[in-house]
């Protein structure tokens, strides 16, 4: 089994990137973004894609982008399929919406909530995106964003107790097994 | 602050308005005070020698530490025979197993739960986490040392530590209690400020009174 | 009639035996429980240590008068059970206040702890405790049920409310006992003793160590201490009840001890074999196969 002819048959409707095959039931493909909600429909409606498995963001801090993953399901043909979204950034930092599928699963409305607190992603149209998913009277920067030194944060917030010490773990365990050297 | 939480006026049933402030209304809200010990020598060494016997456990698993309680309670490790017991209510128990990371969401609902457990109780810290933090040292929402917000009595390391080794520390926090240094609660009434500053620090919505019992 | 000052050291003396005996019982019935799932199980002192511990507490709180009280009233259903029932037939310094009071007041008794219960656990305002409250109400009013029309088959099989007289009618062999003359009315009896003994599979009420502990949220310290003693005390004047009415008494206190501990077994051995019945179920059972026995057993008799 092999997503090529699912791929061909979504190419030759969409535009739409390269396709990554990780396992032969498994494959992610990158759409531009205003393919997004055509797609999934199409995927969810047509392709029996009818499970959302999750929605996640990847922060790629060097290219400046957020990659966000939509990864869908087929239960009959025990395949699962990602939709990757580019978004620039900058621009989301400073505010700039994304679009909610909430209406096509409301599963969604979870994970954009969880987006928009830990990532300051916004999704303006999902409902109770603003409420506090998991932290509780956060005060600075998204935490899963790259640029958020979280052990810096720690060492200012949380007291650490003096005389940690920490190793590498294929170091150390070399060292112990090993201590002559071989 | 959440809003139910919020001082209202509210119609009763009967159409009489009358104002709701919850966090008073609910909680005693006067600090602890440093309770003495028994008059007498030996009957404060029976009573240590009682609690030290009897450790009622709050049924809390903070965290993954948890799931290395629930096999003290079996056949196979049996912590009954020790005079250990789990409550389901802080009222009753006067043993707090903090079992591993604790997240600052997380030290909010023990916060309140220590406070509401009568006297004499105790604070065994469990795993590498409770120490130093352990593998989430660098985490920006796991407390990194548990004796900054509550008085701790027995730390047990490891991650995780066995139930050999849990029952080991429970052995041990007996012994602590029989000598009478088991005063956490008489030390957290007497450093109360300290205590809840560094609590402040670190809990940012602070939605409860100050102290409730 | 004159009352007679000597008894109410001996009232005591009785009171002790039968605390100090209930701690000790409870403490092996736990410990048997616990063999049954190869554990050691807790020590046969671990009660009066618990008991040591939280009368020794510092620190208490209480929620209003009522809260106060419920844990009193608990203990004077048990005391008071205790006291106006013989303990020990035909023995001057063992049968309390029996002369004064009949079956229908111990009857009242039984029932009493429960209401004084619900008054203090109400008060706590804790919603678990009313939860717990409405659970245990409601239970012990379908376990009460098939037990008071087996004690009226008995009142009317012996044509006295008297419990002095119902254990003299059964002495005299073993099978003068209520358990062989009137086997319908013990079986309905005992069906309402498993449901009234707060152990499995009727311990849904008062799950101790688990989220929902019912009526005792709240309690802590000397009043969980106060009603620690009345479960020492309760069960044991239940079964000296049992023992008149069904078991033909004790005139000694080893034979006293015997009957005591077997009838308890019972109620631990069903136990152990069944797991847990929700509420409902365990009305529904009562109503179906333990009501219907006490009526035959009345209209036999």
Redesign the interface.
């Known amino acids: 089994m092999t997503m090529q002819p699912l791929y061909q048959a979504l190419k030759a409707g969409f535009p739409i990137g390269e396709l990554t095959e990780q396992r032969p039931d498994l494959a992610f493909i990158t759409v531009p973004r205003e393919q997004l909600r055509g797609l999934l429909l199409h995927l969810r409606d047509q392709e029996g894609f009818t499970h959302l498995v999750l929605l996640t963001a990847v922060d790629w801090i060097e290219e400046d982008r957020f990659q966000l993953t939509y990864l869908l399901h087929d239960r009959k043909g025990a395949r699962d399929i990602g939709l990757r979204v580019m978004l620039p950034r900058q621009a989301v930092i400073e505010g700039a919406p994304m679009e909610s599928i909430h209406d096509l699963w409301p599963t969604a409305a979870t994970y954009q909530r969880e987006l928009r607190e830990m990532f300051g992603i916004d999704f303006p149209d999902s409902p109770g995106v603003n409420e506090d998913f998991i932290l509780e009277g956060w005060r600075e920067i998204p935490p899963y964003r790259r640029d958020f030194d979280t052990l810096k944060y720690s060492n200012e917030t949380f007291a650490p107790r003096p005389g940690r010490e920490s190793q590498d773990p294929a170091q150390y365990m070399k060292a112990q097994l090993y201590p002559d050297g071989a | 602050m959440k809003q139910e939480l919020e001082k209202r006026w509210v119609k009763g049933p009967d159409g009489v308005d009358f104002e709701v402030e919850p966090l008073r209304d609910y909680y005693?809200e006067a600090p602890p005070t440093v309770?003495p010990a028994?008059y007498s020598k030996i009957i404060e060494g029976?009573?240590n020698w009682?609690?030290a016997?009897?450790l009622?456990i709050l049924?809390f698993g903070t965290g993954c530490g948890a799931i290395e309680m629930r096999p003290l309670m079996?056949?196979r490790f049996?912590a009954?025979?020790y005079?250990i017991?789990?409550?389901?209510?802080p009222?009753?128990s006067?043993l707090f197993v903090i079992s591993g990371y604790l997240s600052?969401?997380t030290l909010?609902r023990v916060i309140r739960s220590y406070e509401q457990m009568?006297?004499?109780k105790y604070v065994v810290g469990l795993g590498s986490c409770t120490?130093?933090?352990g593998m989430y040292?660098?985490?920006?929402?796991?407390?990194?040392?548990l004796d900054?917000y509550l008085p701790v009595d027995v730390y047990i390391t490891g991650c995780m530590p066995r139930p050999e080794a849990l029952l080991a520390g429970f052995e041990e926090l007996k012994r602590i209690i029989r000598a009478g240094k088991g005063e956490g609660?008489n030390q957290y009434a007497e450093r109360f400020d300290w205590y809840k500053a560094?609590q402040k620090?670190?809990?940012?919505?602070?939605d409860m009174p100050d102290y409730n019992? | 009639m004159s009352f007679e000052w000597i008894k109410i050291p001996y009232a005591l003396l009785t009171l002790f035996i039968v605390a100090n005996y209930g701690f000790l019982l409870t403490a092996v019935m736990a410990k048997i429980a616990a063999r049954v799932g190869r554990r050691h199980g807790i020590p046969v002192w671990q009660n009066y240590l618990d008991l040591i511990k939280n009368y020794g507490l510092r620190s208490s709180i209480t929620h209003g008068v009522m809260f106060y009280l419920g844990p009193v009233f608990r203990l004077t259903g048990g005391v008071g059970l205790l006291m106006f029932v013989p303990t020990i037939y035909g023995s001057v310094m063992f049968s309390n206040m029996s002369f004064a009071g009949d079956l229908i007041l111990a009857l009242y008794f039984v029932f009493f702890g429960s209401l004084g219960m619900a008054l203090g656990a109400g008060e706590s305002g804790h919603p678990y405790s009313a939860i717990g409250v409405t659970r245990g109400l409601s239970q012990v009013t379908a376990a009460e049920l098939p037990f008071a029309l087996a004690v009226y088959a008995v009142a009317v099989q012996y044509q006295t409310l008297s419990v002095t007289e119902i254990v003299a009618a059964q002495q005299g062999g073993i099978l003068n006992w209520t358990l062989f003359t009137n086997p319908i009315a013990v079986a309905a009896a005992m069906l309402s003793f498993l449901g009234s003994m707060m152990r499995p599979p009727f311990d849904v009420v008062l799950a101790p160590q688990e989220i929902p502990i019912g009526p005792p949220t709240e309690y802590h310290s000397s009043y969980l201490a106060l009603m620690q003693t009345n479960r020492a005390i309760f069960p044991i004047a239940k079964i000296v009840i049992y023992m008149n009415l069904f078991f033909g008494g004790a005139a000694s206190w080893p034979v006293f001890f015997l009957k005591v501990f077997l009838i308890y077994l019972v109620s631990v051995i069903v136990g152990v074999v069944f797991p847990r019945f929700r509420v409902e179920q365990s009305i529904r059972w009562f109503l179906i196969w333990a009501v219907p026995l006490g009526v035959i057993a009345i209209v036999i008799a």
């Open positions: 005693c309770m028994a029976l009573f009682a609690r016997e009897s009622w049924g079996t056949p049996d009954y025979r005079g017991q789990w409550r389901p209510t009222r009753q006067n600052v969401k909010k009568p006297n004499p120490i130093n933090g040292f660098d985490s920006y929402n796991t407390i990194t040392r900054e609660a560094n620090r670190v809990i940012h919505d602070w019992w």
